[in-house]
C-alpha cells in the first residue's frame, strides 16, 4: 500500500470517522527504532543516556529486515530516534524510503543540529512525514543548559523554521520541569506563532541520566493544571497536545473535559498518530521500542531487554516474550494499579514503576486516579483513543 493512500485513508478516518491509527489488533501498531547511541549532545535529561555508538549497531540489511517483519506484523508508524538520528542520515533516509514502500508511515526525532534546507527536502523526499525538534524551554539560556551546549536553542529553531518553510510537518518535544512550568504559556505561544501546531509534552521519567535530575520533575499540583492549561489551549488556538513520559491517560481526561463542557471532543492529538482502541501504557501491547543493537524493549522507558532480533525474529519476540505478555495482562499488575478501576484502561506508566520499584508490574507512583474520578471519566468509558509511546 502506497503512502499516499495510506495518507488518504488516515485523513478519512480522522476528518469523517474521528479515528486514528486502527490496525489488526495485537499489533505493534508504533515503533521507535533508535537508530544508533552516537549523539552529538550530552543532554542532562537523556533518557537513553546517548554518548558514543554501540560497537554492534544494526546494518542497513538488518534494518530492512526488521522493517519487512513489522510490515507483516501490522505496524503502521516508524519513528526514528536515537542519539542524533541524523549522524546516520544515509541510513534513515534508505529506510524511511524503505518504509514507504511498505506502507508504514515513517517520522524521526532530532535535536535539529544537523538539520539545513537540504537535509530537510532529503527527509521529505524520503517520505518523512514529521519531524520531532526540542525545545524545552523558550529562553535560550535554560534551553542550552539542559542540553548542555551553548547555542542548542538557536540551532533547534532554525531547524524549526527550515522544515516549516519546506512543508515537513513539525512536532514539537518539550520537556515539563518544575523550574521552567512557569514559561510554558510563553513557550507554547511563541512557537505557534513560528506555525507550529504539534507539541508533544513530556514528563520527566527516571531513566537514563534523567535518573539524576528527578528534583526538576513536576509536583502533582503542577502535573494536573499543566492537563488543565493544555485542555483549554486546545479550546482557543487550533493547537495539538499529547502528554508522553507516563502519562498514559491525558487522551482520556481531555476527551472527557470536552465533552463535560460540549466543546471540540475530536483532533486533541497528534493527527497521524494517535490510535484508537487505546489502552493507556502502551508499552508491549501496540508499541515497543527496538535499540541500535537489535535489543527489543517494551518501551524506550522500561529497558528491558526481552530480545534481541538477530538471534530471534521480531514476530516470534512480539508474541513469545514472557515480559511482553505478563504486561497484556493488566490483572497481574500490584498494588495500588493492581486494585484500581482504571488499571484496563491505564495501567500506569510500567516504565516509571519499573524505575521506581524495580518490579515493572508494581505501581505507578505517579497517578491521575483523583482527577479522573473529580471529571467523571467512567473506567468503562476509555476506549477511545491514546498516546503515550514513550
Ligand atoms: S492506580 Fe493510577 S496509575 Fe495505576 S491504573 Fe489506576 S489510575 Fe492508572
Ligand atoms: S511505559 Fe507506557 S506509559 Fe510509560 S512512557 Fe512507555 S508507553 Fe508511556
Redesign the pocket.
Given at each position: 500500500m502506497g503512502v499516499g493512500f495510506k495518507l488518504f485513508e488516515l485523513m478519512l478516518r480522522q476528518k469523517l470517522l474521528d479515528r486514528g491509527l486502527e490496525g489488526k489488533p495485537n499489533s505493534p501498531l508504533i515503533v521507535s527504532y533508535a537508530v544508533t547511541r552516537a549523539c552529538n549532545l550530552r543532554c542532562l535529561h537523556c533518557h537513553v543516556s546517548a554518548r558514543e555508538p554501540m560497537p554492534n549497531e544494526l546494518t542497513l540489511q538488518e534494518a530492512m529486515h526488521a522493517v519487512d517483519e513489522l510490515a507483516s506484523l501490522g505496524t503502521e508508524a516508524l519513528i526514528f530516534s536515537g542519539g542524533e538520528p541524523l549522524l546516520r542520515k544515509n541510513f534513515i533516509l534508505a529506510l524511511a524510503e524503505y518504509c514507504v514502500d511498505l506502507g508504514i508511515l515513517p517520522a524521526m526525532l532530532t535535536n535539529g543540529l544537523l538539520l539545513n534546507r537540504r537535509v530537510a527536502e532529503e527527509l521529505k523526499d524520503a517520505g518523512i512525514l514529521a519531524v520531532g525538534i526540542p525545545i524545552d524551554s523558550i529562553v535560550p539560556a535554560n534551553h542550552d543548559k539542559l542540553r548542555n551546549l551553548p547555542g542548542t536553542f538557536d540551532k533547534a529553531i532554525q531547524a524549526i523554521k527550515t522544515c516549516l518553510d519546506v512543508d515537513l510537518e513539525v512536532v514539537i518535544t518539550t520537556m515539563a520541569l518544575k523550574d521552567t512550568y512557569a514559561e510554558i504559556p510563553q513557550r507554547i505561544n511563541s512557537l505557534a506563532q513560528l506555525g507550529v501546531k504539534q507539541f508533544a509534552v513530556y514528563d520527566l521519567?527516571p531513566v537514563g541520566r534523567g535518573k539524576d535530575m528527578m528534583d526538576q520533575a513536576m509536583d502533582q499540583t503542577q502535573r494536573v493544571n499543566l492537563i488543565r492549561y493544555l485542555y483549554q489551549m486546545q479550546e482557543t488556538k487550533d493547537l495539538l497536545f499529547t502528554m508522553?513520559?507516563?502519562i498514559?491517560l491525558y487522551p482520556e481526561l481531555v476527551s472527557k473535559m470536552h465533552k463535560i463542557n460540549g466543546t471540540k471532543p475530536c483532533n486533541l492529538f497528534l493527527k497521524q498518530f494517535w490510535v484508537h482502541d487505546s489502552i493507556g501504557?502502551?508499552?508491549g501491547i501496540a508499541?515497543f521500542s527496538l535499540r541500535p543493537n537489535g535489543d527489543v524493549y517494551p518501551?524506550t522507558?522500561?529497558p528491558i531487554t526481552v530480545g534481541n532480533i538477530r538471534e530471534r525474529s521480531l514476530t516470534d519476540i512480539w508474541f513469545n516474550s514472557p515480559v511482553l505478555n505478563q504486561l497484556r495482562q493488566r490483572n497481574l499488575l500490584k498494588g495500588k494499579c493492581g486494585e484500581c478501576q482504571y488499571r484496563s484502561g491505564c495501567g500506569g506508566?510500567?516504565?516509571?514503576a519499573y524505575a521506581c520499584t524495580g518490579d515493572y508490574l508494581e505501581s505507578d507512583p505517579v497517578c491521575l486516579q483523583d482527577l479522573l474520578v473529580e471529571q467523571g471519566v467512567s473506567p468503562s468509558s476509555i476506549n477511545c483513543f491514546g498516546w503515550?509511546?514513550?
Open positions: 521519567v508522553s513520559g507516563g498514559p501504557c502502551h508499552a508499541y518501551c522507558f522500561l506508566c510500567r516504565g516509571r503515550c509511546v514513550g
